[in-house]
């Protein structure tokens, strides 16, 4: 079986600074990692992934995540929030045993302030 | 191209009627999915197709069937609605190995009274 935890419901932070969105997970096998932003009333869209390689991955709009095998932990990043970063966060696992399917997190609530 | 579109947009049923929730992508994936969201449980799977002709349950299928009519289209279908089943349901596509990442339609907000 294969899950993720988003830990913390919401993150506050202050335009400007930087901020973090925590995911750790639990999969059978090499995991591949997402990160999905939801704004108000849309869909899920893809920022970016962890396949194989280079432990920190970058994606969409400046957001970064570091892959950290040992701590089976996959954390959003960016070093500037912006207020129109404000949204839902997702975090996803699969794995190659598992055809496709992904296992969702939770979801953060992300909130900038000016 | 439009990517994943769905059918309604929002939707009110009362307790045991019927409707299909339609979904379609013009993105010549393989893979396509129904996931439901309600506040605070994050997305989760009802039924996926990994291909055009196959279906498969996923973590939440009671009360629902799927069709993949073609594999641009994906149908979800509440035979007799309940009102646990009030939620808002996406669809999403994807090529099928599990490090493509998904791409969702807007959602369908379905209430049931």
Redesign the interface.
Known sequence: AQSVAQPE?QVNVAEGNPLTVKCTYSVSGNP?L?W?VQYP??????LL?Y?TGDNLVKGSYGFEAEFNKSQTSFHLKKPSALVSDSALY?CAV??????????????TTLTVKP | NAGVTQTPKFQVLKTGQSMTLQCAQDMNHNSMYWYRQDPGMGLRLIYYSASEGTTDKGEVPNGYNVSRLNKREFSLRLESAAPSQTSVYFCASSEPYSYNEQFFGPGTRLTVL
Do not use: M
């Open positions: 419901d591949y997402f999905y009333n849309r869909g899920l869209q893809f992934k396949i997702f699969s794995a190659n045993t598992n055809a496709g399917k992904s296992t969702f997190g939770d979801g």
